[in-house]
């Protein structure tokens, strides 16, 4: 079992930085390939970035592509995605999300095993 938590999101102005964070518990964390995904109202769930269990491959979305990136710190068992250069159709509900094998390609929410309750990201113009 693993359970995850997303914190970071807030209020920004366009062009404006942000920093999640999802805090994960559970003793194959470690493990786990991590997949951030965000949902705006209305739409469907859509795949923003994935990393590898050790963090050494990642994979981002081309709507994000050279603004977002995803780590990890292993020894916190942490998964970052870092917001740059922000637009106010990144407004979404950003969730976090584990499953057991990372894969060098764009993933659909139902390869996911676990999800984080989600944090609101919203940019204002």
């Known amino acids: 079992q693993v359970q995850l938590v997303e914190s970071g999101g807030g209020l920004v102005q366009a062009g404006g930085s942000l920093r999640l964070s999802c805090a994960g518990s559970?003793?194959?964390?470690?493990?786990?390939?991590m997949g951030w995904f965000r949902q705006a109202p209305g739409k469907e769930r859509e795949f923003v970035a994935a990393?590898?269990?050790?963090?050494?491959?990642?994979l981002h979305a081309d709507s994000v592509k050279g603004r977002f990136t995803v780590s990890r710190d292993l020894a916190k068992n942490t998964v970052y995605l870092q917001m740059n250069s922000l637009k106010p159709e990144d407004t979404a509900v950003y969730y976090c999300?584990?499953?057991?094998?990372?894969?060098?390609?764009?993933?659909?929410?139902?390869?996911?095993?676990?999800w984080g309750q989600g944090t609101q990201v919203t940019v204002s113009s």
């Open positions: 559970g003793r194959t964390f470690s493990s786990y390939a």
């Open positions: 999300a584990a499953r057991r094998y990372y894969y060098d390609r764009i993933p659909s929410p139902s390869e996911y095993e676990y």
């Open positions: 990393i590898s269990s050790g963090g050494g491959r990642t």
